[in-house]
């Protein structure tokens, strides 16, 4: 499976944007999806991961309320939802595929985008 993360961009504090993670490979749908980031001067962080199905989604408990995850299996594509973005949201985002949900363990990483939020 390739990763390939895209639709970042420059946005301003309270503006939104959508990231969509598209993926090559006829087994996409076998893959739990998490989306991570990674500002500069800071560790990697996991924002949200997604099952194979969409039925299970976990968020970082600093975008809670803010972003959304799902996924079309039909198109290989898993989109983030950004909303009420906040300066420290600025990082470049990355998308990842694990086997297992629950696993740190990732097969598969994307080149990332970068978001910049302005204040």
């Known amino acids: 499976v390739q990763l390939q993360a895209s639709g970042g961009g420059l946005v301003q504090a309270g503006g939104s944007l959508r990231l969509s993670c598209a993926a090559s490979?006829?087994?996409?749908?076998?893959?739990?999806i998490t989306w991570s980031r990674q500002a500069p001067g800071k560790e990697r962080e996991s924002v949200t991961s997604i099952s194979w199905n969409g039925s299970r989604t976990s968020f970082a408990d600093s975008v809670k309320g803010r972003f959304a995850v799902s996924r079309d299996n039909t198109k290989n594509t898993v989109y983030l939802q950004m909303n009420s973005l906040k300066p420290e949201d600025t990082a470049v985002y990355f998308c990842?595929?694990?086997?297992?949900?629950?696993?740190?363990?990732?097969?598969?990483w994307g080149r990332g985008t970068q978001v910049t939020v302005s204040s």
């Open positions: 990842a595929a694990k086997r297992d949900y629950f696993s740190d363990t990732y097969d598969y």
């Open positions: 490979g006829h087994t996409f749908s076998n893959y739990v």
